[in-house]
Structures are given as C-alpha cells and as structure tokens.
C-alpha cells in the first residue's frame, strides 16, 4: 500500500461527500486506503458513509476526541508507507497525491511534505509558517507582517514574504493536507493527544526537524481547501471566538511550555494579553454597534484565554471544529 488518507470528520457531511470522490478520481498512480474518523458528528456523516461509499474504512467515536487523538486512531489502521492528513473540506486536483507520493519517493531525506492550498476561486492560501515566536506574534499584532510583508525578519508568519511558488524547506505546514512517512509517524509516536485541535502539526514537525527529517513545501501539487466554509456559530457570539480563541491558545501556550519553557510561555501569554486589552480599547469608542460587539468579544476572548491559559468555554468542547 502507498499512502493511507486518514480523514478526521465532524458534521462535514456536505463537503465529505465531495472529497472523497476528488480522491477517487484524481488518484490513478498511487495505491491507497481512505480511513475516515468521525468524531461524533449529528449530520449523518457515519450513515452516509455506510451507504454510499462502503469502500471507505469508517471508525465512528461516540463523542468528539479532537483532532490529534482522531488522527492516531485512523493511522493505527493504517498499512500505506506514507501517511497523509487530508480535511473533510478539501478537493484533491490534478492528480495531487500521486505527485506528492512521487516527490517523497524522489526524495528520501524528506520526512514530511504539503502541496500548495488555494481556496474555491484558486485564491492562494498560506499554509506554511515558521515555528511560533513571541517576535513573530508581536509583528503580527502590531501589523509589521503588512508594512514590510517582502521582510524574512518582520513578515514571517505565514512566510508572506514567500512567494508559494518554489520548493523550499520550511518549519511546518498546515495540517490540513499533509503527507508523513509512516515510519516517521511511527518513531515520534504519532501526534500529540495533549493537543485537542491546533498546533498538533507544529509540534510534530518540531519534533521531525529536531531529529534531522526535512520538512518541504511542493508547490506542483495542488489542493482546493474550502477552509471555514462550514464553521458554525452559537447565538450571537461567533464559534471562533468561544470555542477556536480557547483551543488555539491553550495549544499555543502548550507548544511554549513543552518546547521552549517556562519563560517563553509566559511571555507569549503576556503579549497575549496586552494585544486582548488593546483590541477592546480599540473597539471601545466605535460607533458601528455590530462591529463594537464583535471587536469586543474578540478582545475579551484574547484577554480570558492568556489569563486562564486553557479552554474558557468547556461547554463548547463536544461542539468543537477544526478547519
């Protein structure tokens, strides 16, 4: 087997449906399994799965065990020589994986790579990154990234200073379609399950470039992602800032802790904090009552999430989503 697509779902049945299909069609070279984890989605998801595409290998959690967790089950099934993280809302062209197979089989000295992201209308998206630094968050707190957006020393996030059409080494890429070697997956022991959702990737390419594996960016490759198409909201408050704010920077402040210490997180969670009060400042004296209340909303999330340091809305956990 060449590669097992291990897919993590959670009331993505609209979009899953297309994905897998893309995969079909566009995978004529590679030999390949599809291993779906749903993460207790009330969509149906699991029922569609059984009835339209009995091909592809189901393994339905009865509650919602996050995104790293739900990766290791679908990879514990897993018989392919590479390992790829594909999200539920992604379409797969031009013979995507087959071409990201062919380049990790050209080059052996690459532990992970990732295909360029383009959005609906073929819109870039940036999905690789340095690994995380307090400069790197306060250049983009204090929007140095767009002022000098051509500088490798203020516009790292996101790597805005590169131009996405080279093949290159970088730290990480998203994890929303990315391609491991299993035998690497194996050794680290698959991905962090202390991550419910974000940074699972950062921390495991971390862990692959400490032990010398390159990490690489194919730009030849391309894959349609849909990113935040199906993202939910509760009242009037949107999901991104109950539940995404909380799960992001707990994440955040693990990565810190478990990689650069004790210190460092408590720098990153103090940057944090000034940048929360700063955007309620900010959002204070606005006149537009609807985007008061969210600028409002956004900085107090900001402000709870740095002092508390973990998840401030635990009711929201079962509704949790990543893209």
Not at 13 to 35: D, K, P, V, W
Not at 192 to 201: A, L, P, R, V
Not at 285 to 314: D, M, T, W, Y
Request: proline share 3%; glycine share 8%.
């Amino acid at each position: 087997m060449d590669v097992s697509i291990v897919i993590v779902s959670f009331n993505s049945m609209s979009l899953l449906g297309a994905c897998l299909t893309s995969i079909r069609s566009q995978t004529r070279q590679s030999s390949y399994e599809i291993i779906v984890v749903d993460n207790d989605s009330s969509d149906d998801t699991a029922r569609m799965l059984r009835q339209e595409y009995p091909w592809v290998i189901l393994i339905a959690n009865g509650n919602n065990r996050g995104f790293a967790q739900a990766n290791n089950q679908g990879f514990a099934r897993a018989s392919g020589r590479y390992f790829f993280m594909l999200n539920p809302d992604t379409v797969i062209v031009d013979g995507a994986i087959d071409r990201l197979v062919a380049f990790m089989e050209a080059h052996p000295d690459v532990g992970i790579c990732g295909p360029k992201n383009v959005g609906r209308e073929g819109q870039l998206q940036l999905n690789c990154d340095q690994f995380p630094s307090v400069w790197n968050s306060f250049c983009s707190y204090a929007g140095l990234h767009s002022l000098f957006r051509g500088s490798p020393r203020c516009s790292r996030s996101q790597m805005r200073y590169f131009d996405y059409a080279s093949t290159r080494r970088v730290d990480r890429i998203m994890g929303c379609s990315l391609m491991i070697r299993a035998d690497l997956f194996k050794l680290l022991g698959g991905l962090d399950e202390q991550y419910f959702m974000y940074f699972e990737e950062t921390d495991f390419c971390y862990r692959a470039r400490n032990l010398g594996y390159q990490v690489v960016f194919v730009p030849f490759t391309v894959i349609i992602h849909l990113g935040g198409e199906s993202s939910q909201t509760v009242g009037h408050q949107p999901v991104f800032y109950k539940t995404v704010y909380s799960y992001f920077f707990c994440s955040q402040y693990r990565f810190y802790r478990k990689h650069y210490g004790f210190l460092p997180m408590l720098a990153i969670r103090a940057l944090d904090l000034s940048f929360g009060f700063a955007v309620i400042a900010r959002n204070i004296l606005r006149r537009n009552g609807r985007e008061k209340r969210k600028g409002l909303q956004q900085g107090q999330a900001i402000v709870r999430c740095s002092i508390r340091g973990g998840p401030v809305f635990p009711q929201f956990l079962e509704s949790g989503h990543r893209h």
